[in-house]
């Protein structure tokens, strides 16, 4: 069975400093991968995601994914943070059974921008 | 163009009550999905709707829990006799037509914040 584990529920960094988000998988097939955001009372919004082909995915807002099979990874990196960062952040994981997609939701990342 | 709306945004109820929460998903997705997300139990996913395939209720968590799709747009959610372990965010979602196994993006409505007193 597909699952996601994010690791941190709260990350904190400085303003212009380097973002890691870590997330990681387990799925006994070829996985899709997701990461959205979540501000504040606001639904999710699709960040990036990685199906095939090139393992490096980059997304909205400076924000890039590196599928790592060996490592059963996803983490998502920005190299500057800004303060409009500071939201929830999601990992996920596409689960295909039969003629169902849905997607399998770590437990989220509150990242925080210090000025 | 519009993205997935959802009516109302917050709903207080109380318990015993019944709801129901509204889905408009953006034009021509066939694909319809309802998630949960509570403090509790993180982001679950409730049901999915396929064109006219028959929907996955495999993740609704009792028979309190239905939803209907009409003419393959809107979508209700009901919720009967509310307890007040529903309260939580029910977010909806759609997507294209599945093609690519699992690859398409889901797009997410604001959610109906629910609080059942």
């Known amino acids: 069975a597909q699952s996601v584990t994010q690791l941190g529920s709260h990350v904190s960094v400085s303003e212009g400093a380097l973002v890691l988000l870590r997330c990681n998988y387990s799925?006994?097939?070829?996985?899709?991968l997701f990461w959205y955001v979540q501000y504040p009372n606001q639904g999710l919004q699709l960040l990036l995601k990685?199906?095939?082909?090139?393992?490096l995915v980059k997304g909205i807002n400076g924000f890039e994914a590196e599928f790592k099979k060996s490592e059963t990874s996803f983490h998502l990196t920005k190299p500057s943070a800004h303060m409009s960062d500071a939201a929830e952040y999601f990992c996920?994981?596409?689960?295909?059974?039969?003629?169902?997609?849905?997607?399998?939701f770590g437990t989220g990342t509150l990242l925080a921008v210090q000025p | 163009g519009a993205g997935v709306s959802q009516s109302p945004s917050n709903k207080v109820t109380e318990k015993g009550k019944d709801v129901e929460l509204r889905c408009d998903p953006i034009?021509?997705?066939?694909?319809l999905y309802w998630y949960r997300q509570s403090l509790g139990q993180g982001l679950e996913f409730l049901i999915y709707?396929?064109?006219?395939?028959?929907?996955?209720k495999s993740g609704l968590p009792s028979d309190r829990f239905s939803a209907e799709r009409t003419g393959g747009s809107v979508s209700t959610l009901t919720i009967q006799r509310t307890q007040q372990e529903d309260s939580a965010v029910y977010l909806c979602?759609?997507?294209?037509?599945?093609?690519?196994?699992?690859?398409?993006?889901?797009?997410f409505g604001p959610g109906t914040r629910l609080l059942v007193l």
């Open positions: 034009s021509g997705h066939t694909a």
């Open positions: 990685y199906t095939t082909g090139a393992t």
């Open positions: 709707f396929q064109g006219n395939s028959a929907p996955d």
């Open positions: 979602a759609s997507s294209l037509a599945l093609r690519g196994g699992g690859r398409e993006t889901q797009y």
């Open positions: 799925s006994s097939v070829p996985p899709y």
């Open positions: 996920a994981v596409s689960v295909l059974g039969g003629a169902t997609n849905k997607l399998i």
